[in-house]
């Protein structure tokens, strides 16, 4: 899918800590969203989170449009300040 004026990138957290909780897309201080690339390693675990696996974007669109490939997990945040890192499939996307 492409999309082509996203609003909103959001989900739901589900943990015993954050269970119900909304988590969004929010820009960081440099007001760029950030998203890790998926690098599987050799023993399946996931590199995602290292800092040499990380895109920058300036729009949600562009955020949207890189997690539609399903490649991309992207960082959310609750109010508490939580992070959670999300794939395409795990997000609803406002447009």
Known sequence: MKYSKVSKIWA????????????????DANKRYVLNKKIPTADKSSQTNYAENKV?????????????TNEYVINLTCEEGTRALRSYNKVIIEE
Request: proline share 0%; glycine share 10%; no cysteine.
């Open 12 to 27: 739901v957290g589900t943990g015993k800590k954050n269970n119900g909780r909304e988590f969004t897309a929010k820009h």
């Open 56 to 68: 920058y974007v300036e729009t949600l669109t562009e955020a949207a449009n890189l997690l539609a």
